[in-house]
């Protein structure tokens, strides 16, 4: 008996590849490891903040004025440096200053001068057959 009124073998109708032709090759999408992508943000990072130093400059500051108003500029694009840079026009030469102010002022190290010397280890067995001499010596072990 047979299951289905009108049967039919689909292995007929489904296409087949002609032998002739190749396929396309398919293209796998660009993987990128963290050491690229550190380097891409690092590149940013230093486009960025040139255009900050260059806009600051434009503004009026001028050299270590600037290192120290760079923290306070926020933005990626020239319009969004330009935005904040207006918006502390009159902040930023006081903001650099307090921040130069509040930088540590430590000197350099001396370049020739040795490490500091460290005492040398005190043997303790030693130490202990010292000290009990000393204070057999001194009458003041008691004998029980």
């Known amino acids: 008996m047979q299951r289905f009124k009108l049967p039919l073998n689909l292995q007929l ?31 940013i990072d230093a486009l ?40 502390m026009r009159d902040q930023l030469p006081v ?14 190290p001396p370049i020739r001068n040795p490490r500091r010397m460290e005492p040398k280890r005190a043997d303790l067995g030693k130490l202990g057959e010292d000290t009990y001499q000393r204070l057999k010596q001194g009458g003041k072990l008691r004998r029980y």
């Open 48 to 87: 960025t903040n040139d255009m900050k130093r260059k806009a600051l400059e434009k503004a009026g500051l001028a050299g270590a004025d600037i290192d120290h108003a760079l923290g306070y500029i926020t933005g990626t694009s020239s319009e969004e440096i330009a935005a904040s840079i207006d918006s």
């Open 95 to 108: 903001l650099a200053r307090v921040a130069a102010l509040t930088k540590p002022n430590l000197p350099d």
């Open 13 to 43: 109708f489904a296409e087949e590849d002609p032998e002739g032709e190749e396929q396309p090759p398919v293209e796998t999408p660009k993987t990128y490891t963290q050491a690229d992508i550190d380097a891409l943000t690092s590149k």
